[in-house]
């Protein structure tokens, strides 16, 4: 059976910073794109930003509300995806999921999310 763990989110306060994890269980990612969303209570979906790891061209691409405050990467070596979110602020808080991608684009849409984790939960707080 595939899925997706998500992992590494918790309380940090305005300005600080959080990397969340993202770990196949039953593939490789090599084998596809893989992207990050998120989802606050009450709003919709919104895709942060992906990554081709199936390419190993490293190619990114990025929400433009990112605006340079998250990183996106991946370790093909074991086999995990990470979001480095650094000057996180008080509208970042949500649900954030890992899902592999049938295509990436900038932002990355909920459309072509093939599968996804239950998510992490990221709380910004003083």
């Known amino acids: 059976q595939v899925q997706l763990v998500e992992s590494g989110g918790g309380l940090v306060q305005p300005g600080g910073s959080l990397r969340l994890s993202c770990a196949p269980i039953?593939?490789?990612?090599?084998?596809?794109?893989v992207g990050w969303f998120r989802q606050g209570p009450g709003k919709a979906r919104e895709g942060i930003a992906g990554?081709?790891?199936?390419?190993?061209?490293?190619?990114?691409y990025y929400a433009d509300y990112v605006n340079g405050r998250f990183t996106l990467s991946s370790d093909t070596t074991r086999n995990f995806v990470s979001l480095q979110m650094t000057r996180l602020q008080f509208e970042d808080p949500s649900t954030y999921h890992c899902?592999?991608?049938?295509?990436?684009?900038?932002?990355?849409?909920?459309?072509?999310?093939?599968?996804w984790g239950r998510g992490t939960l990221v709380v910004v707080s003083p």
């Open positions: 899902a592999t991608l049938r295509r990436c684009a900038a932002p990355p849409s909920d459309l072509d999310m093939d599968q």
């Open positions: 039953g593939f490789n990612w090599d084998r596809y794109a």
């Open positions: 990554i081709h790891t199936n390419r190993g061209d490293g190619i990114t």
